[in-house]
């Protein structure tokens, strides 16, 4: 069986280089394109050479169309807006995406969902197997405790980071919810300042820290009467989310169209 060929979005970027590597590392798949905005000063360098290896033979360009045209999986981890643009032609170029993208708003989600009509798409706010199986772990505790029991979320990343909770963070709170039965939006706590009152019972609170070069650190704490348990999960550098995104990519090969998460590639669900 030949190769997957993959494409890499934003590859002159920290986490494009981290996927470059992680791809040709990975046995079953290759780089096969490789993309960066227009005028960008590294159009037409090598990937490989970028990513700190060898040459790949695979040259940056900006052609977003070409991309999906060339590949049978695109790995993306950009913006809301960019992603959108991507889900759409994945879906008309029947391409397969992995992305990792983070902050999109309900009209955004629900392209994606859309464009996962017609090709495979794995969408994760975290593609690290450690922070999926923390979110499996949150949420059958969650499962067993009470309300008694507070649940706190702190996640810090490094100065750059522009969306606040993490998309892991709420993926976490997410996976907390599920455990208890409600739905996140209807119990989220954010942003407590001044004389904010007493906490809500049931209520799952997150604040955020940025500073640094954090690559992530997530910590959900359920925090009862004279015990409190902590899951937490620290990411030591960006190679864990590029293994897992390539590994994505593998598995959805030959995969039916539909909206998949790092949790089914898993095998945590169904």
């Known amino acids: 069986m030949a190769d997957l060929g993959i494409g890499i979005v934003g590859a002159a970027g920290r986490m494009g280089r981290a996927l470059t590597r ?18 960008h000063p590294l159009l037409g360098h090598d990937a490989g050479v970028l990513a700190g290896m060898d040459a790949l033979g695979v040259e940056l360009f900006e052609d977003a169309n070409a ?6 999986a695109v790995l993306d981890f950009t913006i809301p807006a960019v992603t959108v643009n991507h889900g759409a032609l994945a879906a008309s170029a029947g391409t397969i995406l992995v992305t990792g993208t983070t902050g999109l708003d309900a009209d955004q989600q629900a392209k994606i969902m859309a464009a996962s009509k017609k090709v495979a798409i794995v969408q994760a706010p975290n593609f690290s197997v450690g ?7 949150v949420e059958q ?19 750059h980071k ?7 963070a709420l993926g976490l709170g997410k996976a907390a919810a599920l455990g208890r039965g409600v739905n996140l939006d209807a119990v989220s706590e954010r942003g ?11 209520a799952i609170g997150f604040a955020s820290l940025r500073g640094g070069d954090v690559v992530g650190d997530h910590t959900v704490m359920f925090a009862g009467m004279a015990e409190r348990i902590e899951i937490t999960h620290k990411a030591g550098g960006r190679e864990i989310f590029a293994r897992g ?22 095998g945590f669900k169904s």
């Open 22 to 39: 992680a791809v040709a590392e990975s046995a079953g798949c290759r780089v096969v394109a490789a993309t960066e905005s227009a005028n």
């Open 192 to 202: 407590r300042d001044g004389i904010s009152g007493a906490r809500a019972p049931g």
């Open 67 to 72: 991309l999906f045209e060339t590949s049978d």
């Open 131 to 137: 922070v999926n199986l923390a979110m499996a772990l």
């Open 141 to 159: 505790t969650a499962r067993v405790l009470g309300e008694e029991f507070d649940i706190e979320i702190v996640e810090m990343h490094h100065r």
């Open 245 to 266: 995104a390539a590994r994505a990519a593998l598995w959805a090969a030959g995969k039916p169209a539909g909206l998949y998460s790092m949790q089914d590639v898993l």
């Open 162 to 168: 522009v969306d606040s909770p993490s998309g892991t």
